[in-house]
């Protein structure tokens, strides 16, 4: 019977009850200010306890729904709830915290607590499982994934969630916010770029010249090897000593720290997964497509562009993929060497102990990732020619 | 039309293809077979330059080829090979307009093209344009492989085991299609194979490969009669008899044979059968129906009654067959004669054991 129910759907089973699981934590921290440790309130005594019954009933519903049989109606009622524990959490908090602000002194601090965050971890778990079940229904499917996340933005621009410590910090540093989410995204996609623009031709020699592959590949392993923190090290030694040697090059903007080891060290990561993905492309095509072409009377760069390039596109876009979402995550480190981006609030913030300044960092860092393999994975999906069956990877 | 003077490829310490003098006719097949490893592919890939001669030369229509660029040649040259290497990113269409659209035909022309050579090939041009290679199966992904070979008209031919993917059943058709094809088209045509079988029925020359070595280069009808060598002798096998007598079409050897109208009276049929142990029977137009015997008859109250009526088409053969195949329709039934019947199952006459064994004895002599 058990084998049963977790053949039904454990993903969504485990959803459930992680989200029960989260009812019994603190739902909000009140802090005297900023920095102070806070008391943390339960949720019966942030909402009551109708409002907790409210919550309970909603998850043991979303629980009865994970225990039913899939249907496409079962995944539709179980996205639905899970957007809905999600609003209903968020315009709660935001609810309760101007409420409980009123009654405090200027620099108090309303932030969420492990069960909020608990929550709309196990509400997306639910919209994950739900989306499982709504492959043949992609109307379905897109409002399920993405009505949550509108809501908090909408909650976000009207202001609903403004007595939020996270929301606080960002209000604060709302041209820094900026400046940082820039410099994050210039930095990673400009690193991704070029990295492409080196890696791919990079690539086609290695599986052109049985000479390169080698000393091509033994680098692009040894680099991805090199922690990243040491490899933005290891590129400052080497530009300081240049802008030194060319002060033009410190006009510009070059030295041993800030944006431009940074920057070389993304590229320098990049280029392992744009190289292989490259490479495999190419090298699993088969040759007597590629003899075919030949003996038809296509010239080398005919072949290339008409048939090698146009099969081998997903791999390399796939490639690019990884590159661009490990290059979101890496970038983050960079502001350790003073290039900044949003990684700059997050050690910001764990120098001064601040958590919502570090959840001003790490969030949007999460957001961006998920945003770029998204967009990427669609392009991918959109260069696969159609003759290869033209799904998912 | 092709001629191959002296022509040597040696890779690394290997020596590919030794030597080997060869001129093909226009017009015909010539098939190069051989074991494997024996040069025949390398020899092939040298009429369209994939690959270069290490000495010697080869003339296509009396001019070099090494004076004409490599693309151009191919260009004018069909090639077709065993794994058929269609684009899978492309339909069937762009891929048999593949050469078209590297010698910049209309888009209308080649429309045109496409449509008449999937019909060539026996698929129809609604259904098989827009689909992708994928959803193909082996025996349709080769046919489109020759019909790309042929998209523009190329005079000439080369097939690297061209029908070797597919099951034996597919194969046959396809070799029976290319023959039909071929007998319109009259393309100069080198293929190259491991299958005598397909040699014997494909080709007007077989060349026969060892080592580099050409060996023997004749007619199938002579390589299967008087082989030139041990090694032919042994390459060919001891069927070689049988083998021959597929070469042979049973046309020349039909003859009349005693029939009985279905409607006929018991007493006709018997005077019927006073010369023979058996006849066919037919019916008022002359299809066939079966046949009758002393036996079956004597037992029968009418014709009619009496027919051993199997299934007319397994026991009866079309005039386009061998011998070899009226030969295994007699031994698997146990006749000593087989019904030949035309496109309507009407009766045209009848060959026999005997006539086979005189094929037989005429050609070894």
């Avoid at chain 1, 809501?151 to 939020?164: K, P, Q, T, V």
């Amino acid at each position: 019977m058990i084998r049963q129910l977790v053949t039904r759907d454990s993903v969504a089973v485990t959803g459930s009850i992680i989200g029960l699981a989260s009812l019994p934590l603190g739902w909000l921290t009140l802090k005297s200010s900023r920095l102070a440790a806070g008391t943390s309130l339960s949720l019966w005594q942030v909402v009551g306890w109708d409002g907790t019954m409210v919550m309970l009933g909603l998850w043991l519903i979303a629980l009865t729904l994970s225990l039913t049989k899939k249907t496409k109606w079962q995944a539709i009622s179980l996205g639905i709830s899970a957007n809905v524990i999600l609003i209903i959490t968020l315009a709660l908090a935001g609810f309760e915290s101007s409420r409980m602000l009123e009654a405090e002194e200027t620099f108090a601090r309303v932030s969420p607590s492990a069960g909020i965050w608990v929550t709309l971890i196990a509400s997306y778990i639910l919209v994950f499982a739900a989306r499982q079940g709504l492959q043949e229904a992609p109307a379905w499917r897109h409002l399920v994934s993405w009505t949550g996340l509108a809501a908090i933005g909408i909650m976000l621009a009207i202001g609903w969630l403004d007595s939020l410590s996270l929301v606080q910090e960002f209000s604060g540093r709302e041209a820094r916010f900026q400046q940082e989410l820039v410099r994050h995204i210039s930095l990673f996609a400009g690193s991704v770029t070029v990295g492409t623009l080196i890696g791919v031709p990079l690539g086609i020699w290695a599986v052109r010249s049985r000479r390169a592959e080698k000393p091509i590949f033994y680098l692009a392993n040894i680099t991805q090897t090199i922690p990243s923190l040491a490899l933005f090290g290891l590129v400052i030694a080497p530009l300081s000593a240049l802008s030194f040697a060319f002060p033009f090059l410190r006009e510009i903007g070059i030295r041993g720290v800030g944006p431009a080891p940074a920057f070389i060290a993304l590229v320098i990561y990049s280029l392992l997964p744009i190289v292989r993905n490259t490479f495999v492309g190419l090298r699993q095509l088969d040759p007597a497509v590629i003899d075919a072409g030949l003996g038809m009377g296509m010239s080398r760069a005919q072949v290339f562009r008409r048939i090698e390039a146009p099969l081998a596109a997903p791999l390399v876009l796939e490639g690019v993929r990884t590159a661009s979402v490990q290059s979101v995550g890496l970038t983050t480190v960079a502001a350790l060497i003073g290039a900044g981006g949003l990684g700059w609030f997050v050690f910001q913030g764990l120098g001064q102990a601040a958590t919502d300044l570090i959840l001003l960092g790490a969030i949007p860092i999460i957001g961006l990732a998920l945003v770029v393999d998204t967009v990427m994975r669609t392009l991918v999906r959109l260069s696969t020619p159609k003759g290869l069956g033209g799904g998912e990877p | 039309m092709i001629r191959l003077e002296h022509v040597t490829k040696i890779y690394g310490d290997t020596l590919a293809v030794d030597d080997l003098s060869l001129e093909v006719n226009e017009g015909e097949v010539c098939v190069l077979i051989g074991p494997s490893g024996c040069g025949k592919t390398s020899t092939l890939r040298m009429v369209n330059r994939l690959i270069e001669p290490t000495s010697g030369r080869i003339l296509v229509n009396g001019k070099d080829i090494r004076q004409v660029r490599p693309e151009r040649l191919r260009q004018s040259i069909g090639y077709a090979i065993q794994s058929v290497g269609l684009f899978p990113h492309l339909t069937v269409g762009a891929n048999i307009a593949t050469v078209p659209e590297l010698l910049h035909w209309e888009k209308s022309r080649i429309a045109r093209r496409v449509e008449e050579l999937l019909e060539l090939v026996g698929l129809d041009p609604k259904e098989y344009a827009q689909k992708y290679p994928s959803q193909l199966s082996g025996g349709e992904a080769q046919r489109i492989g020759v019909a790309r070979a042929l998209a523009a008209d190329p005079p000439i031919l080369l097939m690297d085991e061209p029908f070797g993917a597919v099951d034996p059943l597919t194969r046959e058709r396809l070799q029976a299609q290319f023959s039909s094809i071929q007998q319109e088209l009259k393309k100069t045509v080198i293929l190259v194979t491991h299958d005598l079988d397909e040699a014997i029925r494909l080709a007007d020359r077989i060349a026969v490969m060892s080592a580099g070595k050409l060996v023997q280069y004749d007619t199938p009808e002579a390589i299967l009669s008087r082989p030139a060598s041990k090694f032919v002798h042994d390459f060919v096998g001891a069927d070689r008899a049988l083998k021959r007598l597929s070469r042979i079409s049973i046309q020349g050897f039909v003859h009349p044979s005693p029939s009985i109208g279905v409607n006929a009276t018991l007493s006709e049929a018997m005077a019927a059968l006073q010369s023979h142990r058996s006849a066919w029977v037919v019916d008022h137009q002359g299809q066939l129906l079966g046949w009758v015997d002393q036996t079956t008859l004597s037992a029968a109250a009418s014709v009619r009654e009496a027919i051993v009526a199997q299934d007319v088409t397994e026991i009866s053969l079309s005039s386009s067959a061998t011998l070899r195949e009226a030969l295994s329709r007699m031994l698997g039934q146990g006749f000593k004669s087989i019904p030949v019947v035309d496109e309507n199952r009407r009766l045209i006459g009848e060959v026999t054991l005997s006539d086979v064994e005189a094929a037989t004895a005429e050609a070894e002599a």
